[in-house]
Protein backbone atom coordinates (compact mmCIF):
# COMPACT_ATOMS: atom_id res chain seq x y z
CA UNK A 1 0.00 0.00 0.00
CA UNK A 2 2.18 2.47 1.15
CA UNK A 3 4.54 2.68 -1.86
CA UNK A 4 1.40 3.25 -4.26
CA UNK A 5 2.11 5.72 -6.95
CA UNK A 6 -0.52 8.77 -7.83
CA UNK A 7 -2.21 7.85 -11.09
CA UNK A 8 -5.65 7.89 -13.08
CA UNK A 9 -8.12 6.59 -10.70
CA UNK A 10 -6.05 6.55 -7.41
CA UNK A 11 -7.51 8.21 -4.27
CA UNK A 12 -5.54 10.51 -3.26
CA UNK A 13 -5.46 12.55 0.56
CA UNK A 14 -3.34 15.45 1.22
CA UNK A 15 -2.70 18.66 3.07
CA UNK A 16 -1.58 21.67 1.78
CA UNK A 17 -1.53 25.62 2.26
CA UNK A 18 -1.92 27.50 -0.97
CA UNK A 19 -0.02 31.01 -0.93
CA UNK A 20 -0.29 34.27 -3.20
CA UNK A 21 3.33 35.39 -5.20
CA UNK A 22 3.95 37.74 -2.12
CA UNK A 23 3.16 34.70 0.70
CA UNK A 24 0.42 36.01 1.65
CA UNK A 25 -1.78 32.37 2.85
CA UNK A 26 -4.76 32.00 0.47
CA UNK A 27 -6.12 28.77 1.92
CA UNK A 28 -4.94 25.80 4.09
CA UNK A 29 -6.06 22.05 4.33
CA UNK A 30 -5.35 22.41 7.92
CA UNK A 31 -8.35 24.78 8.87
CA UNK A 32 -10.98 21.94 8.41
CA UNK A 33 -9.17 18.58 7.09
CA UNK A 34 -7.11 17.15 4.69
CA UNK A 35 -8.41 16.94 1.35
CA UNK A 36 -9.59 13.70 -0.71
CA UNK A 37 -9.62 13.56 -4.57
CA UNK A 38 -10.12 11.11 -7.27
CA UNK A 39 -7.04 12.04 -9.54
CA UNK A 40 -7.38 12.19 -13.18
CA UNK A 41 -10.73 13.73 -13.43
CA UNK A 42 -10.42 17.01 -13.02
CA UNK A 43 -11.19 17.95 -9.54
CA UNK A 44 -8.60 19.72 -8.22
CA UNK A 45 -7.11 23.17 -10.41
CA UNK A 46 -4.97 21.13 -13.23
CA UNK A 47 -1.22 22.02 -12.63
CA UNK A 48 -1.39 21.00 -9.33
CA UNK A 49 -2.82 17.72 -10.36
CA UNK A 50 -0.27 17.46 -12.97
CA UNK A 51 2.71 17.77 -9.49
CA UNK A 52 1.19 15.40 -7.95
CA UNK A 53 1.20 12.60 -10.71
CA UNK A 54 3.36 9.60 -9.85
CA UNK A 55 4.33 10.74 -5.97
CA UNK A 56 3.75 8.83 -3.11
CA UNK A 57 2.50 8.91 0.33
CA UNK A 58 5.21 10.94 2.20
CA UNK A 59 6.07 13.02 -0.04
CA UNK A 60 6.19 16.38 0.54
CA UNK A 61 6.91 19.25 -2.12
CA UNK A 62 6.55 23.10 -3.01
CA UNK A 63 5.40 23.81 -6.37
CA UNK A 64 4.14 26.74 -8.24
CA UNK A 65 0.83 26.41 -10.79
CA UNK A 66 0.86 28.88 -12.80
CA UNK A 67 -2.39 31.14 -13.06
CA UNK A 68 -3.36 29.54 -16.35
CA UNK A 69 -2.59 26.12 -14.97
CA UNK A 70 -5.13 27.23 -12.41
CA UNK A 71 -8.44 29.17 -11.64
CA UNK A 72 -7.77 30.62 -15.06
CA UNK A 73 -5.82 33.61 -16.61
CA UNK A 74 -8.07 36.92 -15.37
CA UNK A 75 -10.60 37.84 -18.41
CA UNK A 76 -11.89 41.18 -18.74
CA UNK A 77 -14.79 40.42 -20.70
CA UNK A 78 -15.78 38.78 -17.39
CA UNK A 79 -16.55 42.30 -16.11
CA UNK A 80 -19.89 43.52 -16.73
CA UNK A 81 -21.95 46.82 -16.33
CA UNK A 82 -25.45 46.67 -14.82
CA UNK A 83 -28.07 49.63 -14.32
CA UNK A 84 -28.79 50.05 -10.44
CA UNK A 85 -32.19 49.11 -10.63
CA UNK A 86 -31.26 45.49 -12.23
CA UNK A 87 -29.36 44.54 -9.14
CA UNK A 88 -31.18 42.32 -6.88
CA UNK A 89 -33.20 43.49 -3.89
CA UNK A 90 -30.64 42.72 -0.65
CA UNK A 91 -27.15 43.06 -2.23
CA UNK A 92 -24.94 45.58 -0.73
CA UNK A 93 -23.69 48.05 -3.01
CA UNK A 94 -20.05 47.56 -1.67
CA UNK A 95 -17.08 46.64 -3.53
CA UNK A 96 -15.92 42.98 -2.72
CA UNK A 97 -20.21 41.94 -1.90
CA UNK A 98 -20.91 38.54 -3.80
CA UNK A 99 -23.61 38.42 -5.92
CA UNK A 100 -25.26 35.76 -7.54
CA UNK A 101 -26.97 36.17 -11.44
CA UNK A 102 -28.29 34.14 -14.03
CA UNK A 103 -27.37 33.85 -17.58
CA UNK A 104 -29.92 33.58 -20.83
CA UNK A 105 -29.74 29.55 -20.05
CA UNK A 106 -30.71 30.34 -16.25
CA UNK A 107 -27.39 29.09 -15.41
CA UNK A 108 -26.01 30.86 -12.04
CA UNK A 109 -23.07 33.09 -12.48
CA UNK A 110 -21.02 34.18 -9.24
CA UNK A 111 -19.92 37.86 -9.53
CA UNK A 112 -18.50 39.97 -7.06
CA UNK A 113 -19.00 44.08 -7.24
CA UNK A 114 -16.16 45.74 -8.27
CA UNK A 115 -17.38 49.23 -8.75
CA UNK A 116 -20.31 51.60 -7.96
CA UNK A 117 -21.61 53.82 -9.58
CA UNK A 118 -24.45 56.42 -9.35
CA UNK A 119 -26.51 54.64 -12.00
CA UNK A 120 -24.31 51.73 -13.10
CA UNK A 121 -22.81 49.04 -10.91
CA UNK A 122 -19.87 47.08 -12.49
CA UNK A 123 -19.94 43.41 -11.51
CA UNK A 124 -16.74 41.37 -12.15
CA UNK A 125 -17.08 37.46 -13.10
CA UNK A 126 -13.56 36.01 -12.57
CA UNK A 127 -12.62 33.42 -10.01
CA UNK A 128 -11.35 35.18 -7.28
CA UNK A 129 -7.81 33.76 -8.04
CA UNK A 130 -8.09 34.33 -11.78
CA UNK A 131 -4.68 35.96 -12.67
CA UNK A 132 -2.92 34.48 -9.27
CA UNK A 133 -0.02 32.65 -9.70
CA UNK A 134 -0.67 29.66 -7.43
CA UNK A 135 2.13 28.70 -4.53
CA UNK A 136 0.88 25.43 -3.23
CA UNK A 137 2.49 23.60 -0.34
CA UNK A 138 1.71 19.77 -0.52
CA UNK A 139 1.81 16.67 1.88
CA UNK A 140 1.08 13.55 0.85
CA UNK A 141 -0.90 11.42 3.24
CA UNK A 142 -2.71 8.43 1.52
CA UNK A 143 -2.97 6.81 -1.87
CA UNK A 144 -5.14 3.89 -2.77
CA UNK A 145 -6.91 2.82 -5.44
CA UNK A 146 -10.58 3.75 -5.92
CA UNK A 147 -13.48 1.72 -5.08
CA UNK A 148 -15.77 0.43 -7.81
CA UNK A 149 -18.27 2.94 -6.43
CA UNK A 150 -15.84 5.96 -6.15
CA UNK A 151 -15.20 5.43 -9.83
CA UNK A 152 -18.89 4.41 -11.21
CA UNK A 153 -19.61 8.09 -9.29
CA UNK A 154 -16.31 10.33 -10.46
CA UNK A 155 -15.38 11.22 -6.99
CA UNK A 156 -14.00 10.05 -3.80
CA UNK A 157 -15.72 8.76 -0.73
CA UNK A 158 -14.82 9.26 3.17
CA UNK A 159 -13.54 11.73 5.25
CA UNK A 160 -12.40 14.94 3.26
CA UNK A 161 -14.32 13.77 0.30
CA UNK A 162 -18.46 12.81 -0.84
CA UNK A 163 -20.58 11.04 1.63
ZN1 LIG B 1 -20.58 9.35 -4.50
Given at each position: ????????????????????????????????????????HGQIVPGLERALDGRGVGDTFDVVVAAAEGYGVYDPTRMVRVPRSEVPAGVQLAPG?????????GHVIDFVVAQVGETEVVLDGNHRLAGVDLHFHVDILEVRAATAEELAHGHAHGPGGHH
Open positions: MSQARISRNTVVRFDYSLRDPGGELIDSSERDEPLTYLHGQPVQARDER
